[in-house]
Nanobody, 121 residues
Framework: QVQLVESGGGLVQPGGSLRLSCAPS????????MGWYRQAPGEERGLVAT???????KYADSVKGRFTISRDNAKNTVYLQMNSLKPEDTAVYYC???????????????WGKGTLVTVSS
């Protein structure tokens, strides 16, 4: 069973930086669009950024110019570089990927378990 494994969350001061990483465990056939979503307490989960297999990116307006999404296709890994962090960026960050896991299954969305990012002094 494919799982998405995230790393890189933690506590950071306002203005600081963090880098999140995410990769699927186990073997897969194809990895399409990958992305990051976040959910703050009392709020719904929302888009942070996505990146296609060809490298096209999309960002939420609230993170444009501060966050950068990238991927290493050789490592099947997606990254989220977060700079100039603000307290309102505090949330659980979830990795998402559209994966074809094997030739007997349909491609579908997978979600990581989430990693907590806390921005506080």
């Amino acid at each position: 069973q494919v799982q998405l494994v995230e790393s890189g969350g933690g506590l950071v001061q306002p203005g600081g930086s963090l880098r999140l990483s995410c990769a699927p465990s186990g073997s897969i056939i194809r990895l399409n669009t990958m992305g990051w979503y976040r959910q703050a307490p009392g709020e719904e989960r929302g888009l942070v950024a996505t990146i296609t297999s060809g490298g096209s990116t999309k960002y939420a307006d609230s993170v444009k110019g501060r966050f950068t999404i990238s991927r290493d296709n050789a490592k099947n890994t997606v990254y989220l570089q977060m700079n100039s962090l603000k307290p309102e960026d505090t949330a659980v960050y979830y990795c998402n990927a559209y994966i074809l896991s094997d030739w007997y299954s349909k491609a579908r969305d997978y979600w990581g378990k989430g990693t907590l990012v806390t921005v506080s002094s």
